[in-house]
C-alpha cells in the first residue's frame, strides 16, 4: 500500500525545497495523466461523465472572476481527479490519489504562476477544454494528446518565467554595479 504524501513526506520536502523539483513532478504529471486521460476516454460511463462534466464546468466558471490561488488549483486537480477515477482502473486511480497532496502543490504552483498572466490563463482554459471534449467524445489517443500537451505547455510556460525572472535579476544587479561606479 503506497502511502499518501502528508506533509511530513519526504517528497513534499523536496518539492517545497527544491524549486526544480516542480519539473520533476511535472514529467510524473505527464506520464499518469496523459495515460489516465486515454483510458476515461476508452472506459467512459455515464456516471463518469456526470462527474467529469461537473468537475469541468465547475474549474470553467471559476476562471472568468477574482483569482484565488487555492480555489483554483483545487478545481483544476478535481477535474484531474475525476478523470483518473473514470479510468476504472484502481491501482492508477489510486497512485494519483496517493499523489495527491504533491499533484495540488505543483497545481498550486501553477495557477500561482500562470493564471495571473490573462494569455497563460487562457492557454490552459483552452487545453482542459481540449481534454474534456476528447474524453467526451470518446476519442483515446486524442485525450492522451490533449493531457500530454497540456503538461508541456504547463513546464514551458513555468520555464519561460523562471528565465525572465532570472535575467531581471541579471538586470538589476547590474543596475546596481552600474550605480556604485
Avoid: C
Avoid at 467512459?44 to 465547475?58: M, V
Avoid at 484565488?68 to 475525476?82: G, M, P, R
Avoid at 485525450?143 to 528565465?163: D, G, T
Wanted: cysteine-free.
Amino acid at each position: 500500500m503506497l502511502p499518501a504524501a502528508s506533509d511530513q513526506s519526504p517528497l513534499r520536502h523536496l518539492f517545497r525545497d527544491h524549486s526544480r523539483a516542480v519539473y520533476d513532478l511535472l514529467e510524473v504529471r505527464e506520464l499518469l495523466e496523459g495515460q489516465s486521460a486515454f483510458y476515461a476516454a476508452l472506459r467512459l460511463t455515464p456516471a463518469d461523465r456526470y462527474r467529469i462534466s461537473k468537475a469541468y464546468e465547475a474549474m470553467d466558471h471559476s476562471t472568468s472572476g477574482e483569482i484565488d490561488v487555492n480555489i483554483e488549483a483545487k478545481l483544476d486537480h478535481n477535474f484531474h481527479q475525476a478523470i483518473s477515477e473514470a479510468t476504472h482502473n484502481p491501482f492508477l486511480a489510486y497512485t494519483l490519489r496517493s499523489l495527491s497532496q504533491l499533484l495540488l502543490d505543483s497545481v498550486i504552483t501553477s495557477v500561482n504562476n500562470l493564471y495571473h498572466r490573462p494569455e497563460q490563463r487562457m492557454m490552459l482554459s483552452a487545453q482542459h477544454h481540449s481534454i474534456f471534449v476528447a474524453i467526451m467524445d470518446q476519442k483515446p489517443d486524442e485525450a492522451r494528446a490533449a493531457a500530454v500537451l497540456h503538461i508541456q505547455e504547463i513546464r514551458k510556460s513555468l520555464q519561460a518565467i523562471e528565465m525572465e525572472n532570472q535575467r531581471l535579476e541579471r538586470a538589476g544587479k547590474w543596475e546596481l554595479i552600474r550605480e556604485k561606479q
